[in-house]
């Protein structure tokens, strides 16, 4: 599969068939299309072990993952596999245990942090088109951006 996301084209691969699911509707939530040409990020889905020791120097804890970086990238290491995007933003390799599928969360992640190594950044907010002009509204789960959207987008009362 071949996919196109904010200028990059990304092609996974890998005998991983849920985990493959998870990776298409994930980009394709963020936008991706149909792409076409050289590659810029591969992702690999495959299964294996667990490796011995899953903790780097000073881990970020964030839901059910550890992460850290090192010269290799950024290692994301949770209860049903481990996922490395590389230090040059051209590879993110899932490695899952025991059959498990790559969880949505992981991916979603990883991918922040793929696409943060090409310049772009992921915000969570709700957006508002009014004569031309846009507002986006920037705010944490839960601060009512997407309710203010709507309510605006209703018109004058």
Known sequence: MRRALHGLTLASEGPHAASLEVAAAV???FG???AAGPVDVHLELVEGPRPADDRGPSPVRHLDLTIHENLDGTWLFGPQGHTLVSADGRLLRHVAYQGHPLPL???TC?????????GAYVVHAASVAWEGRGVLLVGPSGAASTW????LNMGPL
């Open 32 to 34: 991706a299309t149909d």
């Open 148 to 151: 203010v959207s709507k309510s």
């Open 27 to 29: 980009l394709e939530h």
């Open 110 to 118: 990883a991918l922040v942090h793929l696409l943060r190594r090409w």
């Open 105 to 107: 969360h992981v991916f």
